[in-house]
């Protein structure tokens, strides 16, 4: 994971390290891409619309 900085965002502590378990990891983009995916439907899905901004 540490290769990507992709990768590294979203899966790695900020100072590089991983989460152990029982450690709460927050994914704040996807919860924004399932509350809009909620919101409008599958049309919301993979659209490209820049209006589907989170």
Known sequence: ???FAS????FLKPDGSTYQE???LV???LA????LIAKQG???YGTGD?????
């Open 22 to 24: 029982g450690e709460i």
């Open 42 to 44: 599958p049309v919301a």
């Open 32 to 35: 924004k891409t399932l509350r």
């Open 1 to 3: 994971m540490a290769k």
């Open 7 to 10: 990768s590294r965002k979203y």
């Open 27 to 29: 994914q704040k983009d």
């Open 50 to 54: 820049p209006r589907n901004e989170f």
